[in-house]
């Protein structure tokens, strides 16, 4: 693994206090800290050392992540209390049920996935056009592109990255692959993005909403993040919190839907004298990075931190 390209946890503090129920962020307060814990995106464990450092000797930390290099930094964390699993946070509904106190999400990707072109994730490097968290698994955005139909390709780059121009970029994609082959690196679509798309909010690269849409379709970000969170109120005992850090539109829009729907009771219409489905959520906070935060860490400006707990007794 190479150790040049550094990750800036976002909210950190903010958020291992929502988890831990410790708004006092006292490192001696076990008072939640005796339990077990999950930080469902390890990335470079920022928050799992913080978390670490708050719990009690019978406290436990269960952490999953896809990536390769996620699971090295891991191995370099000697504490009984911690372990990790090579998974997707979809598979969180694995774990028994009712059986910890708080789950966290830290949605999107780290700086070490951008900053190494390797990964391909970056219009702004050249390097292979992969895009996979996990790249033991699934296909490159490469491969997947040198076959996919027009019309999928602009679906896509609509529907997950929000991108007004996302039929022609498609269409310049396909007359691409089949005037030269398929496109393989990511300065070659970068490029053609840039040549397709003639107008793009000021500061922002025209490749920013395809590469999103590309990395979110490719990992099916969205679909894994639902199973995740409906797993959430099945592993989750009475009390425990829900913490979740979203970095783009579409995925606080899933968050947010997802506490909404189940911080109140549910009525079967068709049942209208049935007992209602009694809240499993209660909403408690919605968190941005401060001013003091986003000027040492820009890529932070666009987080979204909200806190549910589960009810129940």
């Known amino acids: 693994m190479d150790t040049t390209w550094t990750h800036t946890t976002v909210l950190l503090k903010e958020a291992v206090a929502a988890l831990l129920?410790?708004?006092?962020?006292?490192?001696?307060?076990?008072?939640?800290?005796?339990?077990?814990?999950?930080?469902?995106?390890?990335?470079?464990?920022?928050?799992?050392?913080?978390?670490?450092?708050?719990?009690?000797?019978?406290?436990?930390?269960?952490?999953?992540?896809?990536?390769?290099?996620?699971?090295?930094?891991?191995?370099?964390?000697?504490?009984?209390?911690?372990?990790?699993?090579?998974?997707?946070?979809?598979?969180?509904?694995?774990?028994?049920?009712?059986?910890?106190?708080?789950?966290l999400l830290d949605l999107g990707i780290s700086s070490p996935q951008v900053d190494n072109p390797e990964r391909g994730f970056s219009f702004r490097?050249?390097?292979?056009?992969?895009?996979?968290?996990?790249?033991?698994?699934?296909?490159?955005?490469?491969?997947?592109?040198?076959?996919?139909?027009?019309?999928?390709?602009?679906?896509?780059?609509?529907?997950?990255?929000?991108?007004?121009?996302?039929?022609?970029?498609?269409?310049?994609?396909?007359?691409?692959?089949?005037?030269?082959?398929?496109?393989?690196?990511?300065?070659?679509?970068?490029?053609?993005?840039?040549d397709t798309v003639k107008t793009r909010e000021k500061g922002q690269n025209p490749a920013t909403?395809?590469?999103?849409?590309?990395?979110?379709?490719?990992?099916?970000?969205?679909?894994?993040?639902?199973?995740?969170?409906?797993?959430?109120?099945?592993?989750?005992?009475?009390?425990?919190r829900l913490v979740v850090i979203s970095f783009h539109s579409l995925e606080d829009r899933i968050v947010k839907q997802f506490i909404a729907k189940h911080s109140r009771d549910e009525y079967d219409r068709r049942a209208p004298f049935a007992a209602p489905k009694i809240m499993q959520l209660k909403a408690l906070d919605r968190v941005k990075p401060s001013a003091a935060e986003v000027a040492a860490n820009p890529r932070s400006r666009s987080a979204i931190m909200r806190v549910a707990q589960r009810t129940g007794s």
Do not use: C
């Open 209 to 240: 909403r395809t590469f999103q849409a590309l990395r979110i379709f490719i990992n099916a970000e969205l679909e894994e993040l639902q199973q995740a969170l409906e797993a959430s109120l099945q592993v989750l005992a009475p009390g425990g």
């Open 21 to 103: 129920n410790n708004p006092d962020d006292e490192p001696g307060d076990f008072r939640a800290g005796m339990h077990t814990y999950v930080d469902a995106t390890f990335g470079r464990g920022g928050h799992a050392r913080l978390i670490l450092s708050r719990l009690a000797p019978q406290g436990r930390l269960i952490a999953f992540d896809k990536d390769l290099d996620a699971l090295a930094e891991a191995a370099t964390i000697d504490d009984p209390r911690f372990s990790i699993r090579h998974q997707g946070f979809r598979h969180l509904g694995e774990l028994a049920p009712a059986s910890v106190a708080g789950v």
């Open 125 to 194: 490097f050249e390097g292979p056009l992969d895009m996979r968290m996990d790249t033991t698994r699934g296909i490159s955005v490469a491969q997947w592109l040198a076959d996919a139909e027009v019309d999928k390709i602009a679906e896509v780059i609509r529907d997950y990255g929000e991108e007004r121009f996302a039929s022609p970029i498609a269409k310049a994609i396909v007359a691409r692959r089949e005037a030269h082959g398929p496109i393989t690196t990511t300065t070659e679509l970068a490029q053609l993005v840039a």
